[in-house]
Nanobody, 125 residues
Framework: QVYLVESGGGLVQAGGSLRLSCTAS????????MGWFRQAPGKEREFVAA????????YYADSKKGRFTLFRDNAKNTVYLQVNSLKPEDTAVYSC??????????????????WGQGTQVTVSS
């Protein structure tokens, strides 16, 4: 079992930045690929980015390239999602997830085994 806890969300003005964190406990964090998804009210869950267990491979949704950066620190059992130049349309609940292996580009939410509760990001215009 892997327990994931997200943090770092909040209310931010458009153009600002946030760094979301996802800290894991339980089984060996470094053996899991990690992903971030988001879900806005009334919309489907959307893939944001994924990273391999060793951090060497990263995938981003096409629309997220440039403003989103995903990285991990296995010594701290934490994966980070840096988001810059925030826009109101980035408002959503952001959730991290863990998978025993990275399936394709990591964009398929069904491939993940464990999920956090999510952290709310609200971007005001």
């Amino acid at each position: 079992q892997v327990y994931l806890v997200e943090s770092g969300g909040g209310l931010v003005q458009a153009g600002g930045s946030l760094r979301l964190s996802c800290t894991a406990s339980g089984r060996t964090f470094s053996s899991y690929a990690m992903g971030w998804f988001r879900q806005a009210p009334g919309k489907e869950r959307e893939f944001v980015a994924a990273i391999s267990w060793d951090g060497r491979t990263r995938y981003y949704a096409d629309s997220k390239k440039g403003r989103f950066t995903l990285f991990r620190d296995n010594a701290k059992n934490t994966v980070y999602l840096q988001v810059n130049s925030l826009k109101p349309e980035d408002t959503a609940v952001y959730s991290c997830a863990a998978a025993t292996s990275l399936s394709g580009d990591g964009s398929t939410w069904e491939a993940y085994d464990y999920w956090g509760q999510g952290t709310q990001v609200t971007v005001s215009s």
